[in-house]
């Protein structure tokens, strides 16, 4: 392969990334699934209806928690999920409070 070819695959795989990691993913019991990886959230920004459950997936080997400061916290095991249901005033920035570089935002829309 030429160093051309080399090059334009990877930008079309990390602009393929960088799309698939910035949207939610929903299913249809509505849903909203973020995925933490290697130190991350993933999306690290959703939007959410009031109602809708968030769902957390921990694909790392230590434990991580979506933390609000002065609100709530959801605690995710090593390998395991946890859910939260999404309310009218969740419109946050949270983070991990082991690894306080790990930082999400949820965003309530209508």
């Not at 990877?10 to 509505?30: E, N, T």
């Not at 690290?44 to 933390?67: L, Y």
């Amino acid at each position: 392969m030429t160093p051309f070819l080399i090059n334009r695959r990877q930008v079309l795989a990390s602009g393929a990334a960088i799309l698939a990691g910035g949207a939610a993913a929903r299913a249809h019991d509505g849903t909203v699934h973020v995925t933490i990886d290697r130190l991350a959230f993933m999306p690290a920004a959703i939007e959410v209806r009031a109602g809708e459950t968030i769902e957390w997936t921990n694909r790392d080997a230590f434990a991580h928690t979506a933390t609000v400061r002065g609100g709530w916290e959801v605690t995710i095991p090593p390998g395991g999920t946890a859910t939260r249901v999404a309310e009218a005033g969740d419109d946050v920035e949270y983070y991990c409070r082991f690894h306080p570089n790990m930082k999400g935002r949820i965003t309530i829309v209508p």
